[in-house]
């Protein structure tokens, strides 16, 4: 038989945590990008590091829910029809990022980005994509993703600070490979630095408050 198909637009319904702050107190909004496997509320519970009394932390979850033996965890994308699953996941976290930064009562706070493992890639694609202000973008455990072109890097990053943050020991994301992937930022002279510290394919919460402070 002959077969075709066609995409069709539908909307979803995301589940997105946060800390609790007044918004009149919120000095720094922090949106974090969990990586593959996880949920946003255990994610958001990991970083309890950052919640300050004037701190906003967002945790969006991503759109694709599966089992993994006996839990359930998310992910943001996957290889099959990739680009759509990432301009889908743009949109989302767009359409989050407005929503939050619109409150009235916050008055233009630093906005950062963090994004572990697979959700460093989602955040790397989002700061590129998407036009909204970012001041610094921290890739925790996260090599940055090779599919990002050079006009949309130039143009995007250039006053966002980019920091990779690496563990000695990431079996998963190796230094090596951090290293590697960031070349092409090198090459653009963009603003990054990379900081490693002793340990896995973790978050390191002393490095990640030594840059945002």
Known sequence: ?????????????????????????????????????????????????????????????GLSRFYNSDKIGASWMTSEDRNNEILDYINYLSGVYDEITSIPEMSEPEIVILGFSQGGHTAARFCAHSGKRVNKLLLCSSTFPDDIQQRHLSSSFSNTEIYF??????????????????????DLNLNFKIINFEGGHQISSEKVLDIIG
């Open 165 to 186: 943050i690496s563990g000695t020991n990431d079996k998963i994301s190796p230094q090596s490979e951090i290293y590697a992937s960031a070349q092409v930022l090198k």
């Open 1 to 61: 038989m002959d077969i075709k198909f066609q995409y069709f637009k539908t909307q979803r319904i995301a589940r997105v945590f946060t800390n609790v702050v007044k918004p009149s107190n919120v000095k720094k909004i922090i949106f974090a990008f969990h990586g593959y496997g996880q949920l946003a509320n255990n994610f958001i519970s990991s970083l309890t590091f950052l919640d300050n009394g004037n701190t906003l932390i967002i945790a969006p979850e």
